[in-house]
């Protein structure tokens, strides 16, 4: 990959938010190495069910709004701007976004097919 710019909103739609990952078409910032998420979240938004990723660190950042991120240890919630968790592998978690127009953007990696799942 010589060079690829874009808007993460757009280009990340068809993915849930994801737009970097092994898992984007030719054309976008394919990798196995990371996957970048530009998630945009309307008030009460939840993941309700528990997702796990098997060989994946996963980074969240709260740019806009208040988070609220749920692990099997208790909660954090991410209300200002720079507040993130950062989890590993194997590590359940499930989120709720408590403001309207709440932005995070996620990280995870390395990018594997199959390793992510809900339970």
């Given at each position: 990959m010589d060079l690829v710019a874009g808007n993460a909103a757009s280009d990340g739609a068809p993915?849930?938010?994801w737009f970097v990952g092994h898992f984007v078409p030719d054309g976008l910032p394919k990798s196995a190495q990371v996957e970048i998420k530009w998630g945009i979240h309307a008030r009460d938004e939840t993941r309700s069910r528990w997702a796990t990723s098997d060989a994946a660190t996963t980074l969240s950042v709260?740019?806009?709004?208040?988070?609220?991120?749920?692990f099997e240890s208790g909660d954090h919630l991410l209300a200002r701007p720079g507040d993130y968790v950062l989890w590993g592998p194997g590590v359940a978690h499930r989120w709720q976004a408590e403001q309207d127009d709440t932005v995070v953007l996620t990280v995870r990696w390395p990018s594997v097919a199959g390793d992510?799942?809900?339970?």
């Amino acid at each position: 990959m010589d060079l690829v710019a874009g808007n993460a909103a757009s280009d990340g739609a068809p993915f849930r938010g994801w737009f970097v990952g092994h898992f984007v078409p030719d054309g976008l910032p394919k990798s196995a190495q990371v996957e970048i998420k530009w998630g945009i979240h309307a008030r009460d938004e939840t993941r309700s069910r528990w997702a796990t990723s098997d060989a994946a660190t996963t980074l969240s950042v709260l740019v806009r709004g208040r988070f609220r991120l749920t692990f099997e240890s208790g909660d954090h919630l991410l209300a200002r701007p720079g507040d993130y968790v950062l989890w590993g592998p194997g590590v359940a978690h499930r989120w709720q976004a408590e403001q309207d127009d709440t932005v995070v953007l996620t990280v995870r990696w390395p990018s594997v097919a199959g390793d992510a799942r809900e339970h």
